[in-house]
């Protein structure tokens, strides 16, 4: 492997690797370095909704997340066909309940315990699968990969691992959950951990994505359902605890007792990037040629189209189409 490139992303979950191959695109030569491997940390762990309803998001993100729920279709058909590998993206919609309105269930999902709900055309993707094709198309681009190094500093020009020194023009933090621990710049980035479970049963036993404030169901094409999901303040803590899972199997089984004829497939704890204010970091940062991408909380998988459009502008020193005022890196200095 080489020892310069135009860009090096520091992280190579969805949103480095995405925004890696939106840079190869546009030809730039590219080096993801990641801790671990890729895609195995939070993009593993997300539920994958697409939920740019903005019931609720924070009003700052309802432009980026409209838009990026928007590109998925097209994101995800470019990614199969240069990666090779189906994504599991569902567009059968959300069924949300709450005490507005009453919606025909009976019809639309019979499993689900009759009750007050409303309908949102919303999408879901499987974050899994749709990791492993990003990886793919990343590779497919030319994206080099380092993995199992540790970004330890970044300096004009490069970064600095645990094991040696990689050189580039420009550096893109995406470390997610760890992008703080990266000099220079103090990111206010901190883990919020969520723990979920996977049950397996006959397919189409629930069709729609369920959600309810506190907890969701979130269908897969192969008879898997994802129930979640805590928000845990535990640090870099990631283990399983048995009764908060089984609090969460029985959540599920209220809304849909047919869930009892499911088995649990697995469970598992995955660690969010969260800052004080619940917006993501997009942008330039006050250190010449160091970019950021972090920070996008619940949404990551959302908005990994749009990030990755609106970062290789803004990296590549386009207008990003965007006001990203909201998300700048240096809005937490000096608190």
Not at 60 to 81: C, K, N, T, W
Request: a neutral charge.
């Amino acid at each position: 492997m080489k020892n310069n490139w135009d860009v090096i992303v520091i992280g190579g979950g969805i949103i480095g690797l995405s925004i890696a191959w939106a840079l190869r695109k546009r030809g730039a030569t590219v080096l993801v370095v990641e801790r671990g491997e890729p895609g195995l940390e939070a993009s593993y762990a997300a539920a994958g909704m697409l939920a740019d309803t903005p019931i609720e998001l924070p009003a700052a993100l309802h432009e980026l997340a409209r838009a990026s729920a928007q590109m998925y279709p097209g994101f995800v058909h470019e990614i199969e066909d240069e990666s090779g590998t189906k994504v599991d993206l569902r567009d059968q919609g959300t069924i949300f309940l709450s005490g507005e309105e009453r919606l025909p269930l009976a019809s639309l999902e019979p499993a689900l315990v009759d009750q007050p709900a409303v309908f949102f055309k919303e999408r879901s993707v499987d974050p899994r699968a749709l990791g492993v094709a990003m990886l793919k198309a990343a590779k497919h681009r030319g994206v080099d990969i380092a993995t199992g190094s540790n970004v330890t500093g970044v300096f004009y020009g490069g970064v600095d691992t645990e094991k040696t020194r990689y050189y580039g023009a420009k550096v893109v933090n995406c470390a997610g959950a760890w992008a703080g621990q990266v000099g220079p710049v103090p990111f206010p980035t901190r883990p919020v951990k969520g723990q979920m479970l996977a049950l397996v049963g006959p397919r189409e036993l629930v069709r729609h994505v369920v959600r309810w404030h506190g907890g969701y169901l979130v269908p897969r094409s192969d008879g898997r359902i994802v129930v979640g999901s805590t928000l845990e303040e535990a640090g870099f803590d990631k283990r399983v605890d048995v009764e908060t899972i089984r609090g969460l199997h029985q959540a599920a089984l209220r809304h849909v007792p047919r869930l009892a004829e499911c088995r649990i497939l697995e469970d598992w704890a995955g660690l969010r990037p969260a800052t004080p204010d619940g917006l993501p970091l997009l942008g330039a940062t006050s250190v010449p040629g160091y970019f950021v991408a972090g920070g996008h909380f619940r949404d990551g998988i959302l908005l990994t189209p749009v990030t990755a459009a609106v970062m290789a502008s803004v990296i590549s020193g386009e207008k990003p189409g965007f006001d990203l005022s909201a998300f700048a890196a240096g809005r937490f200095a000096g608190s």
